[in-house]
């Protein structure tokens, strides 16, 4: 289980318990205040900062950035790390953090309190992965989660990205 951050749709402890009990070999990866939470629960779990590399089962999984986007100045920022799995997928968390690889897949967010689309639609095409898929539009109400959607998607008609937006039960295999 690869967790970003401590933000409740991001953490959510009570998931993490049942999950245990299904799982009770369950590895975690996570960031210092992550890790401190979830020993407060008892719950064992491997810190990686900014640039650690470690490896599951054959996987490699390296932890990049170190802050959650600023939702606003007064809130304290909290930490924040994404993760490039086996060197092609990159799941961001919530920031967006400047890279020095281009993933093949990028898990990225298209909405948030931190946020304007336009800057999520400037960042992936920033980045060009060969496939987008946005994350985090479940905070809006259904008809802005569409509506967002739809622009992303006319933002990448004539980009070299391929802009997948999941449906809950949707169907997906490997693209390209």
């Avoid at 086996?86 to 961001?92: A, G, S």
């Avoid at 998607?153 to 490997?174: K, Q, R, S």
């Amino acid at each position: 289980m690869l967790l970003s951050h401590e933000h409740d749709d991001h953490y959510h402890i009570e998931n993490i318990q049942k999950l245990l009990k299904l799982n009770p070999d369950l590895k975690i990866y996570t960031n210092e205040s992550v890790h401190e939470l979830l020993q407060d629960e008892n719950i064992s779990s491997e810190v990686l900062g900014d640039g650690d590399i470690t490896e599951y089962e054959g996987i490699f999984i390296k932890a990049v950035g170190e802050w959650h986007e600023e939702i606003w100045e007064e809130r304290e920022k909290v930490q924040n790390i994404g993760f490039f799995i086996d060197e092609k997928v990159f799941f961001t968390g919530d920031a967006f953090q400047k890279l020095d690889f281009v993933p093949e897949v990028l898990l990225f967010c298209i909405a948030g309190p931190f946020i304007r689309l336009r800057e999520s639609i400037v960042y992936v095409q920033g980045i060009s992965p060969r496939v987008a898929i946005p994350m985090h539009e479940s905070i809006l109400i259904p008809d802005l989660q569409e509506f967002h959607v739809s622009i992303a998607d006319g933002a990448f008609v004539n980009h070299p990205t391929v802009f997948i937006p999941l449906t809950e039960g949707g169907e997906y295999t490997h693209v390209g």
